[in-house]
């Protein structure tokens, strides 16, 4: 910038040179002298005043009332000046309050109020001096004009139809008749749609939401003035009709050649049809390939292409509207003509005459159908789907059909169905039975028909019908007539006659006749007995005989009281050898083989069996098991009498008499004097019947005698069987000895005997601590008072029942409804316990949400309600003995609040918008309990943190969103919270700090620093500033500007900064790195490159000046055309050529990239150039800019 004030300081210095030259070089040509240029004297003008030139400051001089217009007066003169103004030739008053002058009244501000501002303004002006007062002539005039009133726009619309259809366009034209300068505001429904210049608002494509009223309005494009609205216009907007396709053929599916058609209606005039095929999708239309006049569309000569579906449209062609697609008619076109199908009902073959035969003709495809009928290939009469045929045997043969429609489709032949008529055949019956029987006995007669068992049967007797009876029966189909019990109504001629069970109208005639004849009385058979007894003993044997005198064909049955024997129906019945089992009356009954007629029961005959008595054998003394000397005694006796003899025997051997055995009168009892040990073993005796020596009684069952000789020792036992007995207890000793008996007992403790009641047993009902001790037993013989040795001991100890132990498995005794609780309970010293549980002192029981695991020792409440609260305990009992019962254990109070908790959110710090890099840190509170654990939710979405506190440690502005927590605990079954209120986080960038350049190239020649200057970009905060270089922060108070010296900067640093507030953000980004490189150097260089340049200029122009005075003058003509020396600006600007030394010296090629090369213009040197700074985001320094023209800064040539 300074180059270029110094090159103007030349360029001007030598104009004036020029000048002089030029005049100093006339004196040859024009013959004057450098005197004559002067005046001699000055001459005195008289001169009229200026006249005041009035312009219209304001964009029109048409107004409406509130509406401003400004006018201003100016007079082409230095005086000072003041102005009146003028409306219609009468002053304006600055007193009207509608009227504003400027202080010196050069400017007038009209508020139009009313219409009598109205007129011919113009002004004048008026100045004075000490000598004379001026007034100007006045000045041209302006017409104002204002309105009366508001204007009313017009509204047209070009489309004027009453419903408009989707995709159509529309414009409305919206016109002020008066003034100018409008932009015209459009409305739909009172809301603002469309503000413009240009007064039309066009729909391009229409939709049903563009629906409704419209209108408009204009304002001024730089004022608050409104027009009035406009009238409105409704836009209705519509679907296009839809057509209605029919089909006006009788069917949809049709063969080849036949002939399909069609009618499109449309309900609207002045719509026309298309035809499409393939459904509502995209097809070609039917006229390409057949004519189709108007709504009708007729398909003659039918082939497979022709089938599909088909559409129609409408088009209103007028307006370019098309309807949618019509409903689908599918045409189905069968290339071939069907099969019929016979069929036969009913389907049997053969049938019989009489009989009714429906054969039907049916065609699945299509419809419209006529019938031809055929019988061994001969058409017959009729032309029904059905053909019905009542059968003669005339009727037999084969069927057929076919089917036709229109004139030229007919089917082929259907399968042939053979007919076979057969004449009904006669029934046949036979009895089963006898045909004469006794009253009662059961009667079975058949009826068959030849050819087939499809039959059902009609009875008759004596020509009668024979009806169902409780004595006459028929079986399914009444094939058999079953007299149960035959009286003499029964008797007489009986036949029956046959129909068909599926076609019932075919009937047969009757059988021929059978005669039944029916005797008077029930015969009863005679029964013996061999031999004639009625009491047997075991293994006897006994013989039944049975005999019907009358008749002959019976089989006999036997019963034993009442129930029916199994046997061979002989008339004799044996019991081969008689146990208890055959104890009874035995009757006899003859039953008719085929009739199973039974004839009343013979005489009853009753025998008892008796097993032989077994012997029974006793001690007459007490015990079996002596000690020698001792005496014994033993009785066998048989039950039922006296009348046997008994037989003793000692380990199977026969006794015989001995000097201490001997026997009573029959050896019913066996006596021993002195007991040895020869005399131990097993003894038993059997009995002999005297009157019947074969019967034998079994041997008696045996008594073992034994005879010790040691000492025998008492076994002790306990009940229970524990050393440990708690307070309260029962205990139970017994003290037995197992050999012998008529033993008493003696109880001892600790070595002391104890008084009792020489009982086997010892009984401690309530034990205490007394009750500790060491107890032992011996047993002493009644009679004989032998003792026994003592017993072996048992020691017990009485100790206190255990208080239980209740404590919680869930953490915590508060809990909230739903959530579920564990309380265990547990005794020391061994887990054999059960346990009760009980709520304020009252048993808890299981329920739907309370539950006890195995023994109980656990109390689970799977669901907390309110009435779970309470005081909870429990008692243990011992599993092995129930009877020992714990007191109640210590009790734990279990509280169940009415809600769930609530949670709150708090954001620390507070504020309702954060800055990216700083922290936030959010922490869940909950009012009661404890042991929660915290979930986390951004946006109603989980986050991985956990943990009371969630801390951002630098915030960014994907953190913003709304934040929640909800506190949750447990571990099987989990209770969470409800979710607390969401807090919004908000969090915006930093704004950012920029550093430029702010020395101009202008300073070059005046400094040899760079001041650089920090700014925050978008904000309105006052900001201080602190710099950076090399990322080290520079020591030196804040400030917006930092100087770099070379001194200060000698290793060509990056600088950053970065802006500080008191406020938030308390500071911000910081700025991208500028880095100085070589700019002071290449200032200090250009100043000596300036340097050279002006001195160089200085030496030209002193030797043009010089050769200009020396040489000689020529003829105009004779000289040649000079060359211009320097060229124009004008010329300059004009060449591609012409470089700017100073841009080229000071862009540094290898410290910018290439890119940016190509984005500077540089060839026209002038102090808007700018200066490329090397950084790493091309800081641009902007410099002062000063247009420099041809005119009053160009280099001009010397002619």
């Given amino acids: 910038m300074m180059l270029v004030k110094v090159l103007s300081v030349i360029y001007s210095l030598s104009l004036v040179l020029t000048d002089f030259t030029a005049c100093a070089a006339q004196n040859s040509d024009d013959h004057t002298t450098a005197e004559s240029s002067f005046p001699l004297s000055t001459p005195v003008y008289v001169t009229e005043p200026p006249v005041p030139s009035l312009q219209r400051r304001s964009e029109r001089s048409d107004v409406f009332p509130s509406e401003k217009v400004e006018l201003s007066c100016s007079v082409p003169s230095s005086a000072a000046w003041t102005f009146s103004w003028y409306r219609d030739t009468q002053q304006v008053q600055n007193t009207d309050p509608n009227v504003a002058l400027s202080p010196d009244g050069s400017n007038l501000i009209i508020t139009a109020a009313t219409q009598s501002y109205s007129g011919m303004y113009s002004c004048k002006a008026h100045t004075s001096t000490s000598t004379t007062a001026v007034t100007t002539k006045i000045s041209n005039s302006i017409k104002i004009t204002v309105h009366a009133n508001k204007p009313k726009p017009t509204l047209t619309r070009s489309s004027n139809f009453d ?67 406009s009238d409105t216009t409704a836009l209705h907007v519509s679907d296009p009709p839809k057509p209605s396709l029919k089909l006006l053929s009788p069917w949809p599916d049709v063969f080849e050649n036949e002939t399909v058609e069609f009618r499109c209606e449309v309900h609207s005039p002045d719509w026309t049809i298309s035809w499409n095929k393939g459904g509502n999708e995209p097809g070609y239309e039917l006229d390409e390939i057949q004519n189709a006049e108007g709504p009708f569309l007729n398909l003659t000569g039918i082939h497979d292409a022709y089938e599909g579906g088909y559409t129609c449209k409408a088009h209103l062609k007028s307006r370019g509207v098309s309807s949618g697609f019509s409903n689908t008619v599918n045409i189905t076109v069968y290339d071939h003509t069907p099969i019929p199908a016979l069929t036969r009902v009913p389907d049997f073959n053969p049938m019989y005459v009489g009989e009714t035969v429906n054969l039907k003709c049916e065609v699945n495809l299509s419809s419209g159908w006529k019938y031809q009928w055929y019988k061994n290939g001969i058409e017959q009469q009729t032309t029904k789907e059905t053909n019905s045929i009542k059968l003669s045997l005339s009727d037999r043969g084969k069927y057929q059909c076919r089917a036709a429609r229109g004139e030229i489709i007919s089917t082929e032949f259907s399968e042939e169905i053979k007919q076979d008529v057969l004449e009904i055949p006669v029934p046949s019956s036979k009895s089963a039975t006898p045909l004469d029987v006794f009253p009662g006995e059961s009667v079975k007669l058949s009826c068959a028909m030849a050819g087939g068992a499809d039959w059902t049967f009609s009875w008759f007797k004596d020509k009668q019908p024979v009806r169902p009876h409780p004595t ?23 036949s029956c006659l046959g129909k068909l069970k599926s ?51 019976w089989r006999y049955q036997w019963s034993k009281d009442g129930k029916q024997l199994p046997n061979n129906n002989s008339s004799r019945f044996n019991i081969s050898h008689a146990t208890s089992l055959n104890n009874g009356t035995y009757e006899c009954s003859a039953m008719r083989d085929k009739t199973m007629y039974n004839t009343s029961h013979s005489d009853g005959r009753t025998i008892h069996v008796s ?86 009684s079994t041997s008696s069952p045996e008594l073992t005698l034994s005879v010790y000789g040691n000492q025998p020792k008492p076994l002790m036992t306990q009940v229970p069987d524990v050393k440990m007995v708690y307070t309260g207890e029962s205990v139970s000793f017994k003290c037995k000895v197992q050999l012998s008996s008529g033993w008493r007992y003696q109880w001892s403790k600790d070595g002391k005997q104890l008084p009792n009641n020489n009982s086997s047993s010892f009984n401690i009902s309530h034990a205490n601590s007394l009750n500790n001790g060491t107890y032992e037993c011996s047993a002493m013989r009644d009679k004989t008072m032998y003792n026994t040795s003592h017993g072996d001991r048992r020691t017990i100890h009485v100790s206190e029942i255990p208080v239980p132990s209740l404590k919680s498995v869930t953490p915590w005794l508060d809990v909230f409804p739903g959530e579920s609780v564990k309380l265990s309970c547990a005794m020391a010293g061994g887990a054999d316990w059960t346990f009760s549980w009980f709520k304020d002192k009252q048993l808890v029981r299981p329920h739907p949400t309370t539950s006890f695991d195995v023994g109980a020792a656990t109390l689970s409440i799977r669901s907390a309600s309110a009435s779970h609260g309470g005081q909870y305990s429990c008692l243990g009992k011992l599993k092995s003995r129930p009877s020992v019962i714990s007191t109640s254990s210590p009790e734990l109070t279990l509280s ?87 807090v919004r986080l908000d969090v915006k960038e930093r704004p950012q700090a ?86 002071l150097l290449k200032r200090r260089v250009l100043l000596s490159i300036s340097g050279c340049i002006v001195f160089g200029i200085a030496a030209v122009f002193l030797g043009c000046i010089l050769l200009r005075v020396f040489r000689k003058s020529d003829d105009s003509e004779d000289k040649p055309a000079e060359n211009e020396l320097f060229l124009t600006m004008a010329q300059l600007r004009e060449r591609d050529d012409a470089t700017c030394p100073m841009v080229q010296y000071i862009t540094d090629a290898e410290l910018n990239a290439p890119s940016k090369e190509a984005d500077e213009n540089g060839t026209i040197c002038s102090e808007t150039t700018e200066i490329p700074i090397t950084s790493q985001d091309e800081h641009v320094v902007t410099s002062e800019t000063e247009d420099v023209t041809e005119k009053n800064g160009g280099l001009i040539s010397f002619k």
């Fill in 163 to 229: 419903k408009m259809f989707p995709g159509e366009s529309v414009t409305f034209t919206c016109k002020v008749d008066v003034s100018d300068g409008w932009v015209y505001l459009w409305y739909h429904y009172e809301t603002q749609v469309q503000a413009s210049s240009i007064g039309t608002y066009t729909i391009a494509s229409i939709d049903h939401p563009h629906s409704g009223k419209y209108h408009c309005q204009a304002k001024r494009a730089n004022g608050p003035f409104h027009t009035e609205e």
């Fill in 472 to 494: 006459t029966s028929f079986d399914v189909g009444a094939a058999t007539l079953s007299i149960r019990s035959a009286s003499a109504s029964h008797g007489g001629q009986y």
């Fill in 503 to 553: 076609r019932p109208s075919v009937t047969s005639t009757s059988s021929p006749e059978l005669t039944l004849s029916v005797y008077g009385n029930q015969p009863k058979p005679l029964m013996t007995q061999v031999p004639d007894v009625k009491m047997v003993y075991t293994g006897e044997s006994v013989s039944f005989e049975c005999k019907v005198q009358l008749s002959s064909g």
């Fill in 611 to 696: 097993e032989i008595p077994v012997p029974s054998l006793k001690s007459v003394t007490p015990w079996l098991d002596v000690f020698p000397g001792e005496s014994v005694k033993l009785c066998c006796a048989m039950a039922g009498g006296a009348d046997w003899t008994l037989l003793w025997f000692k380990d199977k051997q026969p006794v015989r008499p001995h000097p201490t055995t001997s026997f009573d009168v029959g050896a019913a009892t066996l006596s021993i004097s002195s007991a040895s040990a020869s005399h131990g073993g097993q003894y038993s005796c059997s009995g002999n019947l005297k009157s019947r020596p074969s019967v034998i």
């Fill in 896 to 982: 169940v609040y009415d809600a769930k908790p609530r949670v709150t959110l708090m954001q620390n710090p507070i504020h309702n918008v954060m800055h990216t890099e700083e922290s936030v840190s959010f922490s869940c509170h909950i009012n009661v309990s404890s042991g929660w654990e915290y979930l986390w939710l951004k946006d109603r979405t989980l986050l991985p943190e956990s943990g009371k506190n969630h801390t951002i440690e630098s915030v960014e502005t994907k953190n913003t969103g709304s934040y929640q927590c909800q506190a949750k605990r447990g571990r099987g079954a989990v209770f969470s919270s409800d979710q607390s209120p969401a």
């Fill in 994 to 1079: 920029g550093i430029t350049l702010l020395t101009g190239w202008s300073e070059v020649f005046s400094t040899d620093s760079l001041v650089l200057n920090c700014e925050v970009h978008g904000s309105q905060d006052m900001w201080n500033y602190t710099w950076y270089k090399a990322d080290q922060l520079i020591n030196l108070l804040p400030s917006k500007k930092h100087t770099v010296t070379p001194q200060n900067d000698p290793e060509q640093s990056q600088y950053t900064c970065r802006g500080i507030s008191t406020g938030r953000p308390s500071y911000s980004r910081r700025s991208d790195s500028l880095q100085t490189k070589n700019l």
